[in-house]
């Protein structure tokens, strides 16, 4: 056949398949685009027009809008124009105008006349705009999931009943009285996946009192949680994770809010002690840790993290160790990992490491990372204080 000879071209089709697909699957996939442009398939055709104000997943960043007018005429086109037996499943709302503000509220209470289940709302003001809540969120029946970030939460003045909410995420929230932080998870019994970063409490916000902790720590709570993880200015009591699986938690100086409390349920741990300029390094940790493993009947997996900053010119200060006189029994059937970061070399450390290594009898992998500024030598120093343990797992070492 001659070279020369030129291939048939192919047709291409020119149907629109997409089009003829029912409008369930067309409302689906357009969910999981931003609810802008979901609006732009409109323009498509007679047969788009309809679809976007149909979601049942809507997602609106004013930032992606050419300005607040517009913004506010597409949420209310979707949110308000549409038929009331038309639900609304999920609204994620970010913002960083003042204007929404007086706006919010309205947009809240139209997804819960339609059944709303999962709400995530990021709304960063000036400091002289606050967003009050409608109190209606605050005994909302059908929400399964809900985050806050970067929102100012006042005096909660009515009862907070969350009967289905299974996840709860809480960052960079601020409130008016330290009681009502409590009022979320405390008000969700079938929680599982709890998280809190960076909670503050408002210039003169009224603290928390020791016979409210006392009393709450008494109720049997937030016994469904899975996961948790808290990393908060604001220090909040460790009974509340006392049934989660796993746990991701950050402390800073020594707290009455640390009492340890028995953990059933937890299997996996991430604790990171940090300190900085304006803290006391916490003298009593690897005592405090001994008492969380003896506490963790069922830890398998251990991770500490540790973050100092040096003070200027001063040495860290060295935290105490003392020989236990009971083994947790996590450490003798259960332990299977243990992640130490931000190893200094100092004697207590080493001490809880070498602790780890004798009475763990599982133990498959323990991986040690110490901080950067330690010279070759004094590395070198501490691998061989650790290797002298006979062992059955795995070490790691830099």
């Given at each position: ?180 932080i409590f009022k979320f998870p405390l008000s969700s019994p079938i929680l599982e996946d709890f998280s809190v970063n960076d909670l503050q409490l408002r210039p003169g916000g009224k603290f928390i009192s020791e016979k409210f902790i006392s009393e709450t720590s008494k109720v049997k709570c937030l016994t469904n949680l899975v996961k948790a993880s808290y990393s908060a200015r604001q220090n909040i009591p460790l009974f509340l994770f006392t049934w989660a699986h ?153």
């Amino acid at each position: 056949m001659s070279s020369s000879t030129s291939q048939p071209q192919r047709s291409i089709p020119t149907e629109d398949r997409i089009s003829i697909l029912p409008d369930s699957i067309l409302c689906r996939i357009l969910s999981f685009l931003p609810t802008k442009l979901s609006a732009t398939t409109s323009i498509l055709s007679k047969r788009w027009k309809p679809l976007w104000l149909s979601l049942l997943h809507l997602d609106f960043d004013v930032q992606s809008f050419i300005d607040f007018n517009t913004f506010r005429h597409v949420v209310y086109s979707v949110m308000l124009s549409r038929e009331v037996t038309l639900p609304i499943k999920s609204l994620r709302l970010k913002s960083c105008s003042e204007h929404v503000v007086n706006d919010i509220n309205g947009f809240i209470n139209a997804a819960m006349q339609r059944g709303i289940e999962y709400l995530d709302l990021e709304i960063t003001t000036g400091k002289d705009f606050e967003l009050t809540l409608t109190p209606n969120i605050f005994s909302c029946k059908t929400l399964t999931v809900l985050k806050l970030k970067n929102l100012t939460v006042n005096k909660i003045l009515t009862q907070v009943h969350f009967p289905l909410l299974e996840i709860l995420h809480l960052d960079k929230v601020r409130f008016s009285c330290y009681e009502d932080i409590f009022k979320f998870p405390l008000s969700s019994p079938i929680l599982e996946d709890f998280s809190v970063n960076d909670l503050q409490l408002r210039p003169g916000g009224k603290f928390i009192s020791e016979k409210f902790i006392s009393e709450t720590s008494k109720v049997k709570c937030l016994t469904n949680l899975v996961k948790a993880s808290y990393s908060a200015r604001q220090n909040i009591p460790l009974f509340l994770f006392t049934w989660a699986h796993i746990l991701r938690i950050k402390l800073r100086c020594p707290h009455p809010f640390y009492k340890v409390h028995s953990l059933h349920n937890l299997t996996q741990l991430e604790l990171t002690f940090f300190s900085n300029n304006m803290d006391n390094i916490w003298s009593g940790k690897w005592k405090w840790m001994l008492e969380v493993l003896q506490h963790s009947p069922k830890l398998q997996h251990l991770t500490i993290h540790q973050e100092i900053e040096k003070i200027k010119n001063i040495g860290i200060s060295e935290a105490y160790w003392e020989d236990p006189q009971i083994v947790p029994q996590c450490l003798s059937s259960q332990l299977k990992t243990f992640l130490f970061r931000g190893c200094r070399g100092k004697n207590s450390e080493l001490q809880f490491i070498e602790y780890i290594m004798q009475n763990s009898k599982v133990l498959r992998t323990m991986t040690i990372h110490s901080i950067s500024s330690i010279d070759l030598n004094a590395k070198h120093q501490m691998l061989k204080k650790l290797a002298v343990w006979p062992r059955n797992y795995k070490l790691i070492f830099d």
